[in-house]
T-cell receptor, first 110, second 111 residues
């Protein structure tokens, strides 16, 4: 069964600290993997997209990694800011279909 | 360039009432999608339209109908609302299998 699992479900960190969010998937065949950021009360916004051959991709303080062999991805946030408080959703694309994780809710406290 | 717009932003319905959620995109995307998002769950696909004139069921289509009016607009209709349809509804568009762009969402409460 094609699934996307994210961990942890929620996370609280202090401003300025780093954190890493995990995404494991069983989607096959695999097309690409995206990380989205969803602010409270808003629609998701794409942060990164990674294809099978890419191991790492950065977008400012956000760095995504992909291990296609173990079917794992991570999103690392460096020097967190209060504005990073949001849900982060991992989305894996199969053939003509998107599979969504349930998200990690990040709370950055001052 | 407004991206993806949705109306209304918020709606309260009584059980059995009907309503249509509107979605429009100005990015000339072929594909459009309707999702619902419930607390603690990921986005679940209700219906999608790969191109103008075509629609297909997603993961949770029961109780909903859709219309791809033209390339820009994709509406979602609840014929007889039920409390189980209380949710936040998101419309999205994409150029084929590329990144999806989401609207701001419609919050629906069915009493």
């Amino acid at each position: 069964k094609n699934q996307v699992e994210q961990s942890p479900q929620s996370l609280i960190i202090l401003e300025g600290k780093n954190c890493t969010l995990q995404c494991n998937y069983t989607v096959s065949p695999f097309s690409n993997l995206r990380w989205y950021k969803q602010d409270t009360g808003r629609g998701p916004v794409s942060l990164t997209i990674m294809t099978f051959s890419e191991n790492t991709k950065s977008n400012g303080r956000y760095t995504a990694t992909l291990d296609a062999d173990t079917k794992q991805s991570s999103l690392h946030i460096t020097a967190s800011q209060l504005s990073d408080s949001a849900s982060y959703i991992c989305v894996v694309s199969g053939p003509n279909k998107f599979y969504f994780g349930s998200g990690t809710k990040l709370n950055v406290k001052p | 360039n407004a991206g993806v717009t949705q109306t209304p932003k918020f709606q309260v319905l009584k059980t059995g009432q009907s309503m249509t959620l509107q979605c429009a995109q100005d990015m000339n995307h072929n594909s459009m999608y309707w999702y619902r998002q419930d607390p603690g769950m990921g986005l679940r696909l209700i219906y999608y339209s790969a191109s103008e004139g075509t629609t297909d069921k997603g993961e949770v289509p029961n109780g909903y109908n859709v219309s791809r009016l033209n390339k820009r607009e994709f509406s979602l209709r609840l014929e007889s609302a039920a409390p189980s349809q209380t949710s936040v509804y998101f419309c999205a568009s994409a150029a084929g299998g590329e990144t999806q762009y989401f609207g701001p969402g419609t919050r629906l409460l069915v009493l």
